[in-house]
């Protein structure tokens, strides 16, 4: 294992979209990034954006290779720039995705070569999603199709500290290639991807695929935000969009599903953790037929500061809601129901009574259905975990939810060894019985910290795991420190699988009930699930 854990390095990467925006600024905030990384006051960053229409000459660049007189480019309304970088002329413009790695090579095997091929490699990757086969050309740094370029690329190297980047096609003005030579090279062909695919082309779409590309090539956890950053866009006058990836996107339902599904709970005066959690799936999970159903209440009395629950004083439990949810599960046809609860720490057994007396119902009018049930602490009451195993469900699970180090912040009110402790207790009382846990990523965590808290939950047998990517539900809970790529969340389940865990379902869009199923089920390879929907 440490073998493993030693291979993967997971660095942190500051994603600023810019839109559109001058060339000379976004010229200076990079020598001010490149300035500030080597100094390492800041991470690494990813500039994504276009510019209005623009001639750079690199180190190599001959006033030759543009075409045309001042008075055309004045015409033109194009700008003319000597830049640090390596090779000739290029032009930038509207529909041309640009992108400045500011990256610290010492972090990277110190290669620029490498580098220069790992961004080819990217763009080839991202082109290839969009149904264009591209390669290389030996001696000409690039991406091509056939004999034409599509993608250019020129860098800048001061202390192992990169700036420029690459230009791709996406659906620019491609007269402008007409008046210079580019990358100074005569007659060349230069294309697009819209020239290639005969339609236009989202370069919003394309400069979410490069990121995840980049974000899965190199590695990275994308950061949302960092104050020095912050602070010198505000000194320069620039501003960044919060960059969200296209894999977090989830499919839209088909006509009446919400609102078919969300009436049957009104009916039957039911919560569900899908809509109380503002949980990315609950579209998807109601399209399928199957929800979470969230018991006593839907009001809790802890303060957990990444869940969107309500919180305050909640009322006395309906001694009708065992039968209720039982005949809901029964309407739904349901082979395997979740079942879990807001925190009750009111109650002396912490609701333990009524969750035994769900399990029992819901078996007792669906004798061919599985239940899982995701408990809270109890406050480490072993009579009230006792009670509730005695129901006997299929699956008991408890989310650990993050690493030791960020429970103060993030679970202010639970106890990290508490929360194992619990599992552990389970198979002592209930050997029988499947144990469940999930965290959530993206809150600050270390690699290695999950990895630790992975071996203790198989220390004290818990047999499946969940990992996610952590969502800020509303401004009022904590913000998302970054996004994990799939690729990571890849790694992550190889980790799982290889410590003896029986289910990993790990990526982005995977929370503790998606896609749960009784013990005997297959397992669903979620991490497929979660791709297969970013690409819908």
Excluded at 147 to 162: H, Q
Aim: hydrophobic share 40%; aromatic share 6%; net charge negative.
């Amino acid at each position: 294992m440490k073998g493993t854990e030693e291979k993967l390095t997971i660095r942190r990467v500051l994603v600023l979209d810019l839109a559109t925006e001058d060339y000379f600024r976004t010229l200076e905030l990079q020598r001010e990034l490149q300035k500030q990384r080597m100094e390492g006051a800041i991470p690494d960053c990813l500039l994504v954006l276009e510019h209005p229409p623009t001639f750079t000459l690199g180190r190599a660049g001959g006033a030759d290779n543009i075409l045309v007189n001042e008075d055309r480019l004045a015409r033109e309304g194009i700008g003319v720039y000597n830049v640090e970088r390596g090779g000739d002329v290029t032009y930038h413009g509207p529909g041309q995705l640009v992108g400045y790695p500011i990256l610290d090579l010492k972090n990277y095997g110190r290669d620029v070569h490498r580098l220069v091929e790992r961004l080819e490699e990217v763009l080839i990757r991202t082109l290839a999603a969009f149904g264009i086969t591209a390669g290389r050309r030996t001696g000409l740094p690039g991406v091509w199709v056939d004999k034409a370029k599509i993608a250019s690329i020129g860098l800048a190297i001061t202390r192992w500290v990169t700036m420029h980047g690459f230009a791709l096609n996406v659906q620019p003005d491609m007269r402008h290639f007409g008046m210079i030579n580019p990358c100074g090279l005569q007659g060349v062909t230069m294309t697009s991807m819209s020239g290639l695919l005969g339609r236009q082309v989202s370069l919003e779409e394309v400069k979410s695929r490069v990121v995840e590309e980049m974000a899965g090539e190199f590695g990275w956890e994308l950061l949302q935000s960092d104050y020095r950053v912050d602070a010198l866009l505000q000194r320069l006058g620039l501003v960044a969009r919060n960059f969200r990836p296209g894999w977090l996107t989830v499919a839209t339902p088909g006509p009446g599903v919400l609102e078919g599904m969300t009436g049957l709970f009104e009916r039957c005066g039911l919560h569900t953790v899908c809509e109380g959690a503002c949980c990315p799936n609950a579209a998807e999970c109601f399209a399928l037929g199957t929800a979470t159903f969230m018991i006593l209440g839907d009001t809790c009395t802890r303060n957990c500061r990444f869940c969107s629950v309500s919180k305050g004083t909640p009322g006395t439990p309906d001694p009708g809601e065992p039968l209720a949810v039982a005949e809901a599960v029964r309407e739904l046809g349901l082979r395997h129901a979740v079942i879990t609860s807001v925190t009750r720490d009111d109650l002396s057994d912490g609701g333990a009574c009524h969750f035994a007396n769900m399990i029992r119902a819901v078996h007792r009018l669906n004798p061919h259905t599985t239940v899982e049930v995701l408990v809270p602490d109890f406050k480490g009451s072993e009579e009230a975990l006792a009670e509730v195993l005695a129901a006997r469900p299929e699956v008991l699970g408890h989310n650990l939810e993050t690493v030791p180090r960020l429970y103060k912040q993030v679970r202010p009110g639970a106890d990290y060894r508490r929360s194992l402790e619990l599992l552990a207790r389970a198979r002592e009382i209930a050997p029988g019985v499947v144990t469940k846990s999930g965290l959530m990523l993206g809150l600050g965590e270390e690699f290695g910290e999950v990895l630790a808290v992975l071996d203790d939950l198989r220390e004290v047998g818990c047999a499946y795991i969940t990992i996610g990517q952590y969502l800020q539900p509303s401004t009022d809970q904590l913000p998302v420190h970054g996004f994990i790529p799939p690729g990571i969340f890849a790694h992550y389940r190889e980790e799982c699988l290889r410590r003896g865990f029986k289910r990993a379902e790990c990526g982005p869009l995977v929370r503790s009930s998606y896609h749960a199923a009784s013990p005997d089920a297959p397992e669903v390879d979620l991490h497929a699930a979660g791709a297969a929907l970013s690409a819908g």
